[in-house]
């Protein structure tokens, strides 16, 4: 499997799939969540809701993953997670992990090749973009998958330092 770092935007990814850090409710909101439904169109989120009501009532549980289309953007699907909000007190890392596994997971159900990351929980929920980075890596390290491109695509400097740090650690 060949990882590599993206310093850009998630939804302009010529990949397979895109993971999105989403929230439980599967219904957008900002950061990544955000920009992807902008420019992927109404049709993710019309999938989303229907996914919410045969499956997710409750809304998906942090640490699983479920992919649906892509609308507009290039990729062809995009794998919703999500995410653990950090906490100081409490270590939800398996959390963190479970999100990069269960997201490989659902792309070999798909037969993909290659899968795009952004930068998961380290934005809107908080997570030290050191520590995501690490758990992100080791994971996707030490998961058995199929896919054989894996791209962690990180929006700010700061994420890509981190990532490529994680990375160079053997
Ligand atoms: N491409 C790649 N990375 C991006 C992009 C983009 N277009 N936009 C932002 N990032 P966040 P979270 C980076 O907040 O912390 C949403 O409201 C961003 O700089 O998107 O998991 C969801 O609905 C950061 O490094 O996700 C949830 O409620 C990384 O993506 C909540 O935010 C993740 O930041 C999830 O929070």
């Not at 950090?86 to 037969?111: I, N, P």
């Not at 520590?131 to 491109?149: F, H, Q």
């Not at 894996?150 to 330092?161: G, K, M, S």
Request: charged residues 20%; contains cysteine; negative net charge.
């Amino acid at each position: 499997m060949k990882i590599s770092l993206v310093r850009g935007d998630i939804t302009e990814q010529e990949v397979d799939a895109i993971v999105n850090a989403a929230n439980s409710s599967l219904l957008g909101g900002g950061g990544v969540d955000g920009a992807i439904h902008r420019k992927g169109g109404p049709e993710i989120l019309d999938e989303c809701r229907k996914l919410r009501a045969s499956h997710y009532a409750g809304g998906l549980p942090t640490g699983q993953a479920v992919a649906t289309t892509a609308g507009r953007l290039s990729a062809k699907w995009v794998i919703h997670t999500v995410g653990p909000v950090y906490s100081a007190s409490e270590d939800r890392s398996a959390q963190l992990a479970s999100c990069h596994r269960e997201s490989l997971r659902a792309a070999d159900d798909l037969g993909v090749a290659s899968i795009a990351f952004p930068a998961v929980s380290a934005g809107i929920y908080g997570w030290p973009v050191d520590d995501a980075a690490r758990i992100a890596v080791g994971t996707v390290r030490s998961t058995p998958t199929n896919v054989n491109d894996v791209r962690f695509v990180l929006f700010t400097d700061e994420a890509y330092e981190a990532y490529e740090r994680a990375l160079m650690k053997p």
